[in-house]
């Protein structure tokens, strides 16, 4: 009778679990702690540039924040673009100051506009970045202190001095530089 031959611990066994121990989900541990590595660090360059480019644009937008509020050109008139109009039309809603109307005629500008609504406040303005003299229009159908108490939107229009003159031959579209609705927020 022969025995069976004396089994030997296998040393293969042994280095598999050694082998196993080295690797995450099939991947080296070595390489899978410098894919981490290098993760963080583009997580890190990422997030930089990211807070770059959101401070350089907060940046322009307190530029024109502060323009709105002290934004007035060499003879006093308040300069507006599309970005600052709200803002303007909220102030002078908020302030209810209303400027005479000197050698313009608002009331014949709307009509020649097309406009049928009444108007609740008007301010001379510089438009744009170039400044051209022109008049900012609010109107809507409801009155100034209805709007000053419960909010709402009115419509802003933004027009060039020559508007509702008699005897001009330009178009509407001519003496038009904005216009559109614009949402008031009350007192």
Partial sequence: MSSAPPRRPSTGGHER????????LGIPLPLLIVALVIAALLGIQLSGS?????ASRSHGASTSLDSISGGKNST???????????????RLIDTGTIQPMTSFDAAQCLKQQGIAESILIMEEVAWG???TPSWLLVHGPMDR?????????????????????????A???DVRLWSGDVMIGSL
């Fill in 76 to 90: 006093g008139v308040p300069v507006i673009t599309e970005a600052t109009l709200g803002t303007e039309v909220q």
């Fill in 145 to 169: 202190e209805t709007l000053r108490a419960n909010g709402g939107v009115v419509s802003a229009t933004v027009v060039l001095p020559t508007c509702g003159t008699t005897g001009q031959d």
């Fill in 129 to 131: 970045s170039d400044e």
């Fill in 171 to 173: 178009s509407p579209q």
């Fill in 50 to 54: 990211l807070e770059l480019s959101t």
């Fill in 17 to 24: 679990r050694e082998r196993r121990r080295g690797t995450v």
